[in-house]
């Protein structure tokens, strides 16, 4: 019965399709250039060459050294790295025990910090955010410490979009000489992640979001800072001793291509998302009343639509988007079943009759005018089916 109707995915910000360009580029790595870049032989030299070649592309779009990029196997473990590898650290090299993170980053590092907490006894503060879910530098000013290990603070939020001041953070946690880590997992795909503007020592990104393969993934650390990282993986010298294992040399070819296709096409994605998600949300906001737009209204990624529908289940929605042929999300992708308002929601000050009636509606390359639509047109009748089913 499904199968007849047509499927539209408004999901991009839980994953993105292959770019048909980024396959190609990382087919010849799975049988004929198939070498271990840790060998000597020619197969070894091969791989090794093409693993540089990754590093240097994905160094020239962060503007950084190729020594400074460590190939990780996904958003989540680049983020467990700079968190859990520098809060170690620095507890050895300097005293320090205390993480200052803001209450809306992605599980990848908020349990990790809570991890930290329970197992290492690290004092995690959570920094406050404004009802847009963005850190205000001034609050990192206020509450950074010498003992402060680093400051986290996502670039953009997964869940609703908003983009904080990481340049502005960066610049306080300079002058006060704390290294910043940034999650840019999410923002990697449409923002610019040139470091040295950005003023960050570590920035995790994740090549599934940006149109690369899913389960690789990159950590940016600062040269001074990173010789302050405990592995997390250890074993064989690779990744400069700071990540073991024999390098994915496909999908690493796959992130880089990804990456440098996002760099270089950047202002063409955003010209073409934007208006459409601007459509959507406006009509969106005009024909459901009890509707709230989530996250910052400007600030926010080009292809993010984020709502709250007062007594809605937002579950019970999703579903029947589902049956409907449109895949949506109420958060981040791994909350199905939970019945407990989501962190971030809740951080940014909404009750639970609000904050369960979340929808996530994120757009991508292979989203029409068409679609966007479509999907106007069918969800104010779920959301007030969504409503009266619930009361
Ligand atoms: C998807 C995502 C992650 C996790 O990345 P994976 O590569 O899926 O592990 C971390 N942070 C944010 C903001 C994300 O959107």
Redesign the pocket.
């Known amino acids: 019965m499904n199968q007849t109707i047509t499927k539209i995915y408004l999901d991009y910000?839980a994953t993105t399709p292959l770019d048909s360009r980024v396959l190609q580029a990382m087919l010849p790595f799975f049988q004929e250039n198939f070498g271990n870049p840790s060998s000597i032989h020619w197969y070894g030299q091969q791989a090794e060459a093409a693993l540089e070649d990754a590093r240097e592309s994905v160094a020239r779009v962060l503007n950084c050294q190729p020594s400074e990029i460590i190939f990780t196997a996904?958003?989540?473990e680049s983020?467990n790295l700079a968190l859990r590898g520098t809060a170690l650290a620095a507890r050895i090299s300097r005293q320090a025990n205390h993480l200052l993170i803001s209450p809306v980053e992605?599980h990848?590092v908020s349990r990790t910090a809570r991890q930290l907490a329970e197992l290492e006894k690290i004092e995690v503060e959570l920094l406050p955010v404004d009802r847009f879910g963005c850190v205000d530098p001034q609050q990192v000013a206020r509450r950074i410490r010498p003992t402060t290990a680093l400051v986290s603070v996502?670039y953009a939020n997964?869940e609703i979009g908003s983009i904080n001041p990481i340049k502005e953070i960066g610049a306080i946690c300079r002058q006060h000489g704390i290294p910043l880590q940034t999650?840019a997992?999410?923002a990697a795909a449409y923002l610019p992640v040139n470091v040295e503007t950005l003023n960050v020592d570590f920035l995790s990104i994740?090549a599934?979001?940006f149109y690369g393969p899913k389960g690789v993934?990159v950590l940016y650390a600062r040269k001074l800072a990173s010789r302050l990282l405990i592995p997390s993986i250890t074993g064989g010298g690779q990744e400069f001793g700071l990540r073991a294992g024999t390098q994915n040399i496909p999908y690493i070819i796959g992130l880089a291509t990804a990456l440098t296709l996002a760099e270089n096409e950047r202002e063409q994605r955003v010209e073409y998302l934007k208006p459409l998600r601007d459509g959507l949300v406006e009509e969106i906001l005009g024909k459901i009343p009890e509707t709230i737009l989530t996250g910052h209204p400007d600030h926010r990624l080009p292809n993010h639509a984020s709502f709250v529908f007062h007594n809605v289940d937002g579950n019970a929605l999703l579903m029947s988007l589902d049956m409907a042929g449109f895949a949506c999300s109420s958060g981040s992708a791994c909350k199905t079943g939970n019945p407990e308002p989501s962190e971030v929601l809740t951080a940014i000050g909404l009750s639970r009759d609000w904050a369960l009636g979340s929808l996530r509606v994120t757009l991508g390359l292979g989203t029409t005018a068409e679609q966007v639509e479509k999907f106007i047109s069918i969800l104010p009748v779920l959301v007030e089916k969504a409503r009266r089913t619930r009361s």
């Open positions: 910000a996904s958003g989540s983020n992605h990848a996502v997964n999650d997992v999410q994740g599934h979001k993934g």
